[in-house]
């Protein structure tokens, strides 16, 4: 088989199972979900074109969904079981209060619910109310090589469906800080597969597939002011929350509770810091992103907000061992213990129980 041959049979192995996801919110809930920010950025943009000026009529001729809400958002996503288990991005899903509908490649039409959303990882998992459906196979990415043939699959800019891009594997264990929300909110997602093939708005949640037409990878986001580089999910990370969802019906993931930034030899130039890694412990600049969560095992461990955590159970953290990878190869249950910095004061130790996360 030329290797013509074998990108054409991937896809017609894979692209079956591929869906379109559309993103739709009733008029009153978008009007005032929209940030003010954003308000003030549309409605200047409707004033150069002339347009409807106030905040209802502008949302009154923004484009609608086939239920009549309006259409805020699209993306991708892929079936991974015949009962209807859909596998996407957790940020192409991040609106709780929005209504999201499927649209399958043979143009069936679904509303799908929401199951899990992963607090580490960008993936989401959905489920539609279908049986017999198309369903794709899960690779193993651990084995995936750098230069490998690839091929995206997704709804590219939301409007041309069943798009197939093809490339290689360009990079490998890729670290990336994206925006995850219309606020701007910061998530830093690590180990991701880089690739050439392209991969629009629109596409993400859609799988990236190997020549065997498995999955190898969730498509996930793009490095803006560049050509041809992209970034996916390697699947094995959304395997263990697709097995916990299909049998437990939710989420089962520990939890730490706080937020932070990894220290590097910029950050600490910048900061007037005393170490060059580790992470340091900050929140969002609100009460209900603080560094620490309220009650969480960080907090009772009596980590604080501007702490540094230079290791986890002996092993300092850096670009070799990050604290995403400890939680998710830990359980729930487990103690870690911390070799913590705190100012001028001297290191200490300090350990934390994994809860469940709610």
Same mark, same amino acid.
């Given at each position: 088989?030329?290797?013509?041959?074998?990108?054409?049979?991937?896809?017609?192995?894979?692209?079956?199972?591929?869906?379109?996801?559309?993103?739709?919110?009733?008029?009153?809930?978008?009007?005032?979900?929209?940030?003010?920010?954003?308000?003030?950025?549309?409605?200047?943009?409707?004033?150069?074109?002339?347009?409807?000026?106030?905040?209802?009529?502008?949302?009154?001729?923004?484009?609608?969904?086939? #239920?009549?809400?309006?259409?805020? !958002?699209?993306?991708? @996503?892929? =079936? +991974?079981?015949?009962? /209807?288990?859909?596998?996407?991005?957790?940020?192409?899903?991040?609106?709780?209060?929005?209504?999201?509908?499927?649209?399958?490649?043979?143009?069936?039409?679904?509303?799908?619910?929401?199951?899990?959303?992963?607090?580490?990882?960008?993936?989401?998992?959905?489920?539609?109310?279908?049986?017999?459906?198309?369903?794709?196979?899960?690779?193993?990415?651990?084995?995936?090589?750098?230069?490998?043939?690839?091929?995206?699959?997704?709804?590219?800019?939301?409007?041309?469906?069943?798009?197939?891009?093809?490339?290689?594997?360009?990079?490998?264990?890729?670290?990336?800080?994206?925006?995850?929300?219309?606020?701007?909110?910061?998530?830093?997602?690590?180990?991701?597969?880089?690739? #050439?093939?392209?991969?629009?708005? !629109?596409?993400?949640? @859609?799988? =990236? +597939?190997?020549?065997? /037409?498995?999955?190898?990878?969730?498509?996930?986001?793009?490095?803006?002011?560049?050509?041809?580089?992209?970034?996916a999910i390697p699947i094995n990370r959304a395997k263990k929350d697709l097995a916990s969802v299909m049998k437990f019906g939710k989420l089962k993931k520990p939890f730490l509770g706080i937020r932070y930034v990894p220290i590097?030899?910029?950050?600490?130039?910048?900061?007037?810091?005393?170490?060059?890694?580790?992470?340091?412990?900050?929140?969002?600049?609100?009460?209900?992103?603080a560094g620490v969560v309220k009650g969480s095992p960080a907090a009772e461990a009596g980590i604080r907000e501007k702490d540094i955590i230079l290791s986890v159970n002996g092993k300092p953290l850096d670009e070799k061992n990050?604290?995403?990878?400890?939680?998710?190869?830990?359980?729930?249950g487990d103690r870690l213990t911390f070799k913590v910095l705190r100012g001028s004061d001297p290191e200490f130790e300090t350990s934390a129980v994994l809860a469940e996360r709610k």
């Amino acid at each position: 088989m030329t290797h013509e041959e074998s990108i054409i049979e991937a896809i017609k192995k894979a692209l079956p199972a591929v869906v379109s996801i559309v993103i739709g919110k009733d008029s009153e809930a978008l009007l005032h979900s929209i940030p003010e920010s954003m308000w003030q950025e549309i409605e200047r943009e409707a004033k150069d074109e002339h347009a409807a000026t106030t905040r209802s009529e502008i949302i009154r001729h923004m484009p609608k969904t086939d #239920d009549g809400k309006v259409r805020v !958002g699209f993306g991708s @996503g892929f =079936l +991974v079981s015949r009962e /209807g288990y859909i596998l996407t991005n957790k940020h192409v899903v991040i609106d709780a209060d929005a209504e999201y509908t499927v649209l399958t490649a043979a143009n069936d039409t679904y509303t799908a619910k929401v199951l899990a959303r992963d607090p580490l990882n960008d993936v989401a998992i959905l489920k539609i109310e279908a049986n017999n459906v198309p369903s794709v196979e899960l690779g193993n990415s651990d084995d995936i090589k750098l230069g490998q043939s690839v091929v995206a699959l997704g709804n590219a800019l939301g409007e041309f469906q069943n798009t197939v891009s093809a490339g290689i594997v360009s990079g490998l264990s890729r670290f990336i800080t994206a925006m995850s929300d219309d606020e701007h909110h910061a998530e830093h997602l690590r180990g991701l597969i880089q690739t #050439d093939a392209a991969i629009n708005p !629109g596409n993400s949640g @859609g799988p =990236l +597939v190997n020549l065997a /037409g498995e999955v190898i990878a969730i498509n996930s986001a793009i490095a803006q002011g560049a050509q041809n580089i992209g970034f996916a999910i390697p699947i094995n990370r959304a395997k263990k929350d697709l097995a916990s969802v299909m049998k437990f019906g939710k989420l089962k993931k520990p939890f730490l509770g706080i937020r932070y930034v990894p220290i590097n030899d910029f950050l600490k130039e910048k900061l007037h810091l005393s170490t060059a890694y580790g992470i340091l412990i900050r929140g969002e600049h609100a009460p209900e992103h603080a560094g620490v969560v309220k009650g969480s095992p960080a907090a009772e461990a009596g980590i604080r907000e501007k702490d540094i955590i230079l290791s986890v159970n002996g092993k300092p953290l850096d670009e070799k061992n990050i604290l995403e990878e400890v939680l998710e190869t830990s359980e729930i249950g487990d103690r870690l213990t911390f070799k913590v910095l705190r100012g001028s004061d001297p290191e200490f130790e300090t350990s934390a129980v994994l809860a469940e996360r709610k």
